[in-house]
């Protein structure tokens, strides 16, 4: 990243989200390749997470980004979502993107856009269940109605009626 933008993040206090990206934005899907993506991905956000830390960063500012669809193959967007609970450095959240993103076409095997609304719905059910506490969404009424029937379920929402 650019290394004017740490000192700035610590003077101003503000939040920080740093994402995973292999790649620039138009070359990023060139046929992506990793060893290992959970671990790749894993230990950048790590190193990231200590690099921002050693520079002065209150670690409470800061939230983690696996970067679902930035320079990945669907198989690497399923194998960071089965893995989302393990992703960030300790302690830290995790924000996950996956509202509308072409993956999710290309599981179903149809790339209408109004297909993804309710497998994003899905996921954020799913994400939510495995710790993801900050989510990237569209259609914010019934992703939140699906994260507050996964915290219902999870015992983590007060429901008293």
């Avoid at 060139?30 to 690099?51: I, K, N, Q, S, T």
């Avoid at 921002?52 to 696996?66: K, S, W």
Wanted: aromatic share 4%; hydrophobic share 45%.
């Amino acid at each position: 990243g650019d290394p004017g933008m740490a000192p700035l993040c610590r003077e101003a206090g503000c939040g920080v989200v740093v994402m995973h990206m292999r790649g620039e934005p138009r070359t990023m899907q060139e046929a992506p390749c990793y060893d290992d993506v959970v671990a790749e991905v894993r230990e950048f956000l790590a190193g990231r997470c200590g690099g921002l830390v050693a520079a002065g960063l209150d670690p409470d500012c800061l939230c983690f980004d696996p970067g679902i669809g930035f320079g990945k193959t669907v198989g690497h967007n399923l194998a960071l979502l089965r893995a989302a609970g393990s992703l960030a450095p300790a302690g830290r959240p995790l924000l996950i993107g996956v509202s509308r993103k072409s993956f999710i076409g290309r599981v179903l095997g149809d790339d209408a856009l109004e297909l993804r609304e309710w497998p994003t719905v899905a996921l954020t059910a799913l994400a939510r269940e495995a710790g993801v506490r900050i989510h990237r969404v569209h259609s914010v009424r019934q992703n939140l109605a699906a994260m507050r029937m996964a915290e219902a379920v999870m015992g983590d929402l007060n429901v008293q009626r």
